[in-house]
């Protein structure tokens, strides 16, 4: 079947170091991944897409990279901040596919 | 509009009870979506707009479960004879075109009793 996996369990780590999510999928071949980011009671914001023949993408603070061997894409922010606490989303969408799929989100807690 | 309207943000409503939830998109926005979220869940898709047609409508989960875009702007999802697991937040997003990034609203938390 096909599953896309973000790791349910909090991460918490301490500001200024690097927070690093992860998101698998498997039985898709995605066009293209998207990385939003959900606060509290609001709808997700678009952060970074990655294209299936890109490897990394930067912007900012933030680093995404897709391994379409592995099946994976990586979200990194880079100095984190506690403004950066929230949950973060992968979603992916296939060729000739209009949905765009997300997985259930990996929440992030940075702590002063 | 500046951003995604979702209307009303809060609606609370009797077993057996029809919803009706608006969704204004962002000015120019010809896609529009449709998800659903569930308490601690991801996003669950239920529709796709292009325009004022639904290329794509697998995610809606029953007959009891329907909606229409007009003007190919305001979008309306209606829920028939509400069950108390339809109680999530209905998350409205459109786009510039289909595979472009998703700007969502703030979303109507449904709580049906």
């Known amino acids: 079947s096909q599953k896309i996996e973000q790791n349910s369990e909090a991460l918490n780590i301490q500001e200024g170091k690097t927070a690093t999510l992860t998101c698998n999928y498997t039985?898709?071949?995605?066009?293209?991944l998207q990385w939003y980011r959900q606060d509290p009671g609001r709808g997700p914001v678009f952060l970074l897409l990655i294209r299936e023949n890109e490897k990394e993408k930067r912007k900012e603070r933030l680093k995404v990279t897709f391994d379409t061997t592995l099946k994976q894409s990586l979200f990194h922010i880079t100095a984190s901040q506690p403004a950066d606490s929230a949950t973060y989303l992968c979603a992916l969408r296939m060729d000739s596919s209009y949905k765009l799929i997300f997985g259930s989100g990996t929440r992030l807690l940075v702590r002063p | 509009g500046a951003g995604v309207s979702q209307s009303p943000s809060n609606k609370v409503t009797e077993k057996g009870k029809d919803v009706e939830l608006r969704c204004d998109p962002i000015s120019g926005h010809t896609a529009l979506y449709w998800y659903r979220q569930s308490l601690g869940q991801g996003l669950e898709f239920l529709i796709y707009?292009?325009?004022?047609?639904?290329?794509?409508k697998s995610g809606l989960p029953s007959d009891r479960f329907s909606a229409e875009r007009t003007g190919g702007s305001v979008s309306t999802l209606t829920i028939q004879r509400t069950q108390q697991e339809d109680s999530a937040v209905y998350l409205c997003?459109?786009?510039?075109?289909?595979?472009?990034?998703?700007?969502f609203g703030s979303g109507t938390q449904l709580s049906v009793l």
């Open positions: 707009f292009q325009g004022n047609s639904a290329p794509d």
């Open positions: 997003a459109s786009s510039l075109g289909w595979n472009e990034k998703l700007f």
């Open positions: 039985n898709y071949s995605p066009a293209y």
